[in-house]
DNA sequence: GCAAAGTTGTGTATTTTTTACACATAAAAA
DNA sequence: TTTTTATGTGTAAAAAATACACAACTTTGC
């Protein structure tokens, strides 16, 4: 460091080298795919739209596109969830960044992935360009890219991340019936649960709210229905101790 | 597609396209940086380098480094660990991308930060360039570019993961008494434990071999000792389905 | 050799959580 | 009015988590 050299003038030349270096530095194209879980119909789907590579004409890819420069990424991947389907009050949460140099056709392509779950019927598609639309998990078949992966990565982080955080109350109607909760965690999980535990379970963590409402229009005897309780799991997060494996 | 192409060369247009569009896309500079995690002296440390950044001359940083050409991330993050520390027996997990514009003051750079939990007996350091060094986690302090968040979340992510999966076994001596166990977590959980429910715990889960041997030259009466059951374990890792939150 | 320091090893009672399981009731449809 | 279908509810048993105290063993210092 020179001594006649201000501070402002150091920190300047730090700069300058700073970005010298990155200048030099090797740099690879990077998307974003988002892996948009939604529950209808009592069966958890997936959003999928038609790849626009000519390569993979016939297979269905995640919504996913580049991350322009200077955007963060979950910046990215919420733009891209907006651009392709008009959604915008959707939380996104990242999962993995994949990197197999032979995943895209075209060359090196690094992609992170973003993973949500959420209500379908508060999410209707304006847009269906490419055949964008919701596919049933079970029937999922091949994938373009490594698109089937990403998929299965998140659904295993889905699986894990619903039996920590409640996060099944965005995908059900404001107002719920326990029947409908329990359909949304046995499709998830993929289990059949027992309806007298899964009740009491509920029950004792105190985070639902009964309304004094039926359900209506259901052919046969109607169950009450509840909403969740936002303000107290936000207070009551649990520290979590235990040894477990 | 034109009818008296050939397959192979239908194909070999396709590609040339995918390759045409890739190389079209804005394309960042990509590092990925480890935090090493390691036990010594009943203490938590990280493993970190002074920054060979001027801008950031006094700081310590990550050991890491940008990603090649046509390399995996997964490998890269080995390739550093073994180029910056001599290590390469080491089981590294993918964590978290970060992408914060202005993380590194030379301009756009993207990181993806990797994670691991060793027995720093078991890995000395060989190479102590740039005052490489294991630094105990509660007195770690700034760092450069955004490091310190980076090992906050593989932090939270090392706590989490420690309660899922017997990480632990890697950082005690291959024998070991319940002892050194209990601080191993105490030390990663930051909580202390009831020692006599912890091993209860343990002999419960039927994870740990009593090799019938004793602890030498501890200043107080010595410890049985124990290897754990890694066979055992790989066989027997639970399903965990329980609603939690 | 003896006392002090320090740590090991062990069991039980209590509470909490999980699991398995059956029947009367309500509404709609036939 | 009968059938179909799903709701709502309780208890007993088993398993897991928690709180807690004392005798035994080894080294160290006197």
């Known amino acids: 460091m020179k001594k006649h050299l201000t501070v402002a003038a150091h920190e300047e030349h730090l700069i300058k080298d700073a970005k010298a270096l990155v200048q030099a530095y090797p740099s690879v194209p990077l998307t974003v795919d988002c892996v948009i879980f939604g529950f209808e119909e009592n069966k958890l789907k997936v959003l999928v739209i038609k790849s626009d590579l000519e390569y993979y004409q016939n297979h269905y890819s995640l919504l996913g596109d580049i991350v322009k420069d200077n955007e963060e990424l979950d910046e990215a991947a919420y733009r891209?969830?907006?651009?392709?389907?008009?959604?915008?009050?959707?939380?996104?949460?990242?999962?993995?960044?994949?990197?197999?140099?032979?995943?895209?056709?075209?060359?090196?392509?690094?992609?992170?992935?973003?993973?949500?779950?959420?209500?379908?019927?508060?999410?209707?598609?304006?847009?269906?360009?490419?055949?964008?639309?919701?596919?049933?998990?079970?029937?999922?078949?091949?994938?373009?890219?490594?698109?089937?992966e990403i998929v299965d990565q998140c659904y295993s982080w889905l699986q894990k991340r619903i039996q920590e955080h409640p996060l099944g109350f965005n995908l059900l109607p404001e107002k719920f019936s326990l029947r409908e909760l329990q359909n949304l965690y046995e499709a998830i999980l993929a289990v059949s649960l027992d309806r007298r535990n899964f009740r009491k379970k509920f029950a004792s963590m105190d985070l639902l709210i009964d309304i004094d409402e039926m359900e209506q229009d259901v052919p046969h005897r109607p169950g009450k229905l509840y909403k969740f309780n936002f303000e107290k799991y936000e207070k009551s997060k649990r520290k979590w101790i235990g040894i477990d494996f």
Chains 1, 2 share one sequence.
């Open 80 to 148: 891209i969830l907006k651009e392709r389907t008009g959604m915008n009050d959707v939380f996104l949460d990242q999962v993995r960044t994949f990197s197999h140099p032979n995943r895209h056709p075209g060359g090196r392509v690094i992609t992170v992935a973003y993973c949500s779950l959420l209500n379908i019927n508060h999410h209707q598609l304006k847009i269906h360009d490419n055949d964008l639309n919701w596919h049933s998990m079970p029937t999922l078949g091949d994938m373009a890219f490594d698109h089937k």
